[in-house]
């Protein structure tokens, strides 16, 4: 050992690791490549070539060099020309291999390319070990760390349980873990697994508002999940993805599952405002789990929802044309914005202005829907985005968005999730150090958002203080969602 942190201080030899474990290489200024051969009288150290047992043709090239690394001497030629290539070579492929057999599961091209690129290896130099050349040496390297490829969610959780596992979900400073257990069973369908780090738990439980939302395209095909569900919640309007489950279906009580997984994790875990969109497993499972936390939808997928019924209808001419029908139609996915108990006069008072304007055997058949669909029972009384903060849940879409990034393909092999989520886990608490102390980590909110907010603001106290009538404050505010509107309405003109 004592010989190796010797050689490292060396300045005319350079020592890098063998393909074998514990052996080395010395690159010579020479631009030749030896081997350790002894350490003679007075401590010199005797090198032999690295071809010096070759067969066929071999090298008796030697060379000696003082302990301390200076004072290099070549003590017999070479028959080959020196190779300064050869150093990068080596360097690029053990770089390459190592991080093979880290398990970390980016596709073998991409590994090649970063790791060339990182080490600047010389062109002429990488073109001696070509990618196709390196890359069964590469498949070894990584089917000798990786585990099988589970089938169930419980497989997977044996796995990820195994200590000889661990360096697939410990975070990338190595200080904590994302895979925090399963819950939920797999005969009821029910199974969770739940990828969330210490640290995320620990900021979960001073989270007030969290956002929920299901993504499909990461799911595994050969895995029995149906759905990653994420959580998520915002600091300052930037978005914080607090952790990931799978799920093994998208039924109540599987949602159920995940949420009492996240209980027993963190018993104090207690969200105030909970906001998802209107999937109805979803929000019956927060409901029967926070009964006292207030829920909201969603004002995007709400307004876009009545929007796709539009087209439907057949009415999106009508939009283009009358400027009476797109003012009620716009007017309807402004109804989120009313104060819960106002929707229905909202509503009422919107048909009947389209009814003074001979609208109605175009318009009826859209107000039904309006009524029936998202006036019921259940819908109502989380339809309503009244002076939410926040009114959409496009804090998750923007999520799903990095996810899908970070796992570059849909349906990845699970290793490939599992490395996703270990980036964005790192990319959030770092995120968080930017924005502990008060630091931005975005642009800054665009000034017609801002405007748009403080308009609705007014409107509100407006209606409040009854100055407006209900159909005023949708006229007024659904001009505020006018961009929107606009950006749902676009692509549904065009197709
Ligand atoms: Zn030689």
Known sequence: MILIVLLIEMVEVSVEDGLQPNTHFLHAKDGHTYYLNKVVKGGRLSLECMF????????????????????????????????????????????????????DPSMLRVIYDEERRRLKTPRVAAANIPFVTLRPAMQRARQSTLPRIPKTLTDLDVILRDDKYCFLTKTLDGQDCIYAGATGNEAEKTRCLIFMSERMLKYLARVKTIFSDATFCVVPTDLNGAQVWNLVTLRRHTTIGIGSIIMQSKSTECYRAAIKGIK??????????????????????????????????????????????????????????????????RCLCALPLLPRNCIVDGLLQVSEAAFRKGLWSVMESLFKYVFKTWLSASRLPIFSVYECKDRTTNCCESYNYSLQTEVKTTHPNIFALISALVRLEDNTVQLLHVLSPGGNPRR????????????????????????????????????????????????????
């Not at 497993?281 to 909201?296: G, M, V």
């Not at 100055?467 to 007024?476: P, S």
């Open 264 to 329: 027993h994790l963190l018993p104090s875990f207690n969200p105030q405002t909970i906001m998802c969109d209107y999937e109805s497993s979803q929000q019956k499972a927060w409901a029967l789990e926070f009964p006292n936390a207030e829920r909201y939808g969603c004002l995007f997928h709400a307004s876009k929802a009545i929007l796709k019924k539009a087209k439907e209808k057949g009415l999106i001419p009508y939009i283009e044309n009358n400027q009476h029908v797109d003012l009620a139609v």
């Open 52 to 103: 010096y047992r070759r067969k066929g043709r071999p090298c008796r090239g030697r060379a000696s060099v003082g302990a301390n690394g200076l004072d290099f001497k070549l003590k017999k030629i070479h028959n080959h020309a020196p190779d300064h290539n050869l150093i990068h070579q080596r360097r690029l492929r053990s770089a390459i291999l190592l991080r093979c057999r880290s398990g």
């Open 444 to 495: 800054k909110r665009k000034a017609s958002v801002l405007v748009n907010d403080s308009r609705i603001r007014g409107l509100s106290e407006d209606l409040n203080e009854g100055n407006i009538t209900r159909y005023k404050f949708l006229r007024q505010a659904s001009r505020r969602m006018q961009g929107l509107y606009n950006d749902m309405l676009g692509p549904l003109k065009d197709n």
